[in-house]
């Protein structure tokens, strides 16, 4: 929870970065922490709703993923109506908030967030894949290329306890 609040502060003020090629001028410069903050509680309390904190991340799909999107999508979605009706309430006032740093936003916040998510997994994933190549394995050639045969290699895969090593695949298609 602690990382993730560290990377919205990050991705918010990236944002700004970017969209300022670098120089934030100071009209933004004053509105800055109080939309980092209201992008934290808003982001933080969709990633709530939509469970992202209850999945174990090291068993990660693309359903989890998703959930990430629908909350990152909300709280964009979220910010901007906010930020739209409280632009003549003091610390929101002065220049125009511009729209593009919703965009970005939304990007690096999906980007950074969705990575962190998946990490654990593709850490965990590829150091399996690194090790399951030993030679005491017996190799295993799998009849059907079906959704059948696809998970069967997934669960081998998985196991770290197993004694075979899918090859490939022999299928009348």
Do not use: H
């Not at 990382?3 to 944002?15: K, L």
């Not at 654990?120 to 030679?135: A, F």
């Not at 005491?136 to 998985?158: H, N, P, T």
Request: aromatic share 16%; glycine share 8%.
């Amino acid at each position: 929870l602690r990382r993730q609040r560290q990377m919205c502060i990050r991705d918010r003020y990236i944002s700004f970065w970017c969209r300022f090629n670098g120089e934030i001028p100071p009209g933004y410069k004053n509105t800055l922490p109080y939309y980092i903050g209201l992008a934290l509680i808003i982001k933080m309390f969709y990633l709530i709703v939509f469970n992202v904190y209850d999945i174990s991340w090291r068993y990660v799909g693309l359903d989890e993923l998703i959930k990430v999107v629908k909350a990152m999508i909300l709280g964009s979605l979220t910010l901007g109506m906010i930020m739209f009706f409280f632009r003549t309430i003091e610390p929101f006032s002065g220049p125009g908030f511009p729209r593009s740093i919703f965009i970005i936003d939304f990007i690096f916040s999906l980007f950074f967030i969705g990575s962190l998510r998946a990490s654990k997994r593709l850490l965990t994933e590829g150091l399996k894949s690194t090790l399951k190549y030993t030679k005491d394995k017996k190799r295993l050639l799998i009849m059907g290329a079906g959704d059948a045969g696809e998970q069967i290699v997934r669960e081998i895969s998985r196991n770290k306890n197993s004694q075979y090593l899918p090859i490939g695949f022999v299928d009348d298609d």
